[in-house]
């Protein structure tokens, strides 16, 4: 059997069935369940742009998914067209704009697309799979840490817009959160934000919580506040279609005003998204697009003008919730309190180790640029909260740090005190007693090479390979080829600094890795 007709995941909301892409159209609920059947990239691209598909996640799934059908529709034979499955895969990123998991889908889809069809195809059903763990691993620890902040007695929540299983793989990331803390017993009541223009709260949102038989009340988005005000809620849950280095988010427009009414009432105000939500391009919230959708989702209700003839509407699908209105932001890997937001998953305050970075041109040869991180060590407390963030990011996926000589040294020995678990320093060569493993590499401005004791790390150890500045890669490839020679796998590599425009991150691409910030070489 061939991938393309493999059989369906076992996903609630959207799955693979012989050659098509099959989901619910969520344009019919809740009055109708009608499926929807896509098998060209067109299908996709217009679920996508109406709504027909929607959450973060889902969509970047069916865009990943898209790029199977292209990657299809263009073999013949051994033959594979890329450019048009490339073209194809431009409008599938295209068609929402302020979502980051459907380009982060599409793109990681595409990966595969030298090996033919069936590989983006495995590679889409690989995500689907990962979806449901990470929904699941997410919605315990917000349903955790929601429960601590009111223990011991049932809890009203309010929420906004689908975040359910409809807008995942299954689970779902704020609704699954919801729907988890009623399993513990702890609801006793949900508000939810009917959400205007298109009413996903009250169509959507409403549905997911009846089927669960969650108690629930609809809220004209408006009078949220006043609900605030009456003490009617203990917490605000909601989910995220992108979260900027700082933790501002962006999510369904009205999030910002909830979270303007949380703090003026000491309410918690919960983000619960996956750490593919993370957009580590983008600075602050300021820099999100903000998809702008026709004016007749507002002068209209279900056909019927609902404004005076020629009226002009404003109609952003999303809006901006700055990080500091944020109580936490909950991913599958950590939790992040408000005022630590920017220290994600996937690095931390890349404007505060930007800003501190010095340039030194013709250092230590003519034609390099050399990145002085001096003052980044220096700033007090911000080499321990990137420490500890990296710990927390991994936690579980690490035996040993490996750190490289130098200045790998500093973030690694931070990070292994953190963590609590071992340190092993990879050394230049002459450095180390006793017998070594050696590996050689090449610099911007020469070779070297990199030594590690035989008996330092035990075979099946799974090390975090940590240094300080990734140019070419050639350094980080010395150490986890010294890691591999021990014996040990390399769960990822680390670094303070990623130099973007000199492959370092290509030639590593064998293995996962986190940069805390890019910088242009």
Request: glycine share 10%.
């Amino acid at each position: 059997m061939s991938a393309q007709q493999h059989a369906a995941v076992p996903a609630v909301s959207l799955s693979w069935e012989d050659g098509a892409i099959v989901t619910l159209d969520q344009r019919a609920l809740p009055f109708e369940h009608r499926r929807l059947r896509m098998t060209e990239v067109d299908h996709v691209v217009d679920a996508i742009a109406t709504l027909a598909v929607r959450g973060a996640p889902a969509i970047g799934l069916a865009g990943a998914l898209g790029v199977a059908l292209s990657a299809y529709a263009h073999s013949d034979g051994d033959t594979l067209d890329e450019a048009k499955v490339r073209a194809d895969a431009e409008r599938l990123a295209a068609a929402r704009p302020t979502a980051v998991n459907l380009a982060w889908a599409v793109g990681r889809a595409l990966t595969r697309l030298h090996e033919g069809a069936d590989a983006v195809l495995a590679e889409g059903l690989d995500m689907l799979a990962e979806d449901v763990a990470v929904n699941t691993a997410m919605v315990r620890r917000a349903a955790d840490l929601v429960e601590s902040l009111a223990p011991g007695r049932p809890l009203r929540l309010l929420t906004h817009c689908n975040t359910g299983r409809l807008a995942t793989a299954a689970v779902g990331t704020a609704l699954g959160t919801i729907i988890e803390l009623a399993r513990r017993g702890r609801v006793a009541d949900v508000l939810v934000d009917e959400t205007r223009p298109l009413l996903q709260g009250a169509r959507l949102t409403a549905w997911e919580l009846g089927e669960a038989d969650v108690p629930y009340r609809v809220c004209v988005d408006s009078a949220a506040a006043a609900a605030m005000s009456q003490g009617l809620v203990d917490c605000v849950l909601v989910g995220a279609d992108r979260i900027a280095a700082n933790g501002d988010t962006a999510n369904k427009v009205g999030t910002y005003g909830l979270a303007v009414a949380a703090a003026r009432h000491g309410i918690p105000f919960i983000v619960v998204a996956p750490a593919s939500t993370w957009d580590a391009r983008l600075a602050h919230g300021s820099q999100i697009v903000i998809e702008e959708r026709s004016p007749l989702e507002v002068v209209e209700f279900a056909g019927v003008p609902t404004a005076p003839e020629g009226a002009a509407a404003f109609n952003p699908a999303f809006d901006v919730t700055p990080h500091e209105l944020i109580s936490a932001v909950v991913t599958e890997k950590a939790v992040f309190d408000g005022g630590r937001a920017a220290q994600r998953s996937c690095g931390a305050p890349a404007e505060r180790i930007a800003g501190l970075l010095e340039d030194f041109p013709d250092h230590p040869a003519p034609g390099v640029v050399f990145r002085d991180l001096s003052r980044v060590y220096a700033e007090p407390g911000l080499l321990a909260g990137l420490a500890a963030q990296v710990a927390a990011d991994f936690r579980g996926a690490f035996d040993r740090v490996l750190a490289v000589e130098s200045r790998g040294f500093l973030l690694g020995a931070a990070v292994a005190a953190s963590a609590g678990l071992p340190l092993t320093l990879v050394r230049k060569p002459g450095k180390l007693p006793g017998t070594v493993h050696s590996a050689a590499y090449a610099l911007e401005y020469g070779e070297d090479r990199l030594e590690i004791r035989t008996d330092a790390v035990a075979p099946g150890d799974r090390v975090l390979c940590i240094d300080d500045v990734l140019a070419t890669g050639g350094t980080l490839g010395a150490a986890a080829e010294l890691a591999e020679a021990c014996g040990a796998k390399v769960a990822a590599l680390v670094v303070l600094v990623e130099l973007t425009g000199l492959g370092g991150r290509a030639s590593l691409a064998r293995y996962p890795l986190t940069a805390l910030c890019e910088v242009p070489a």
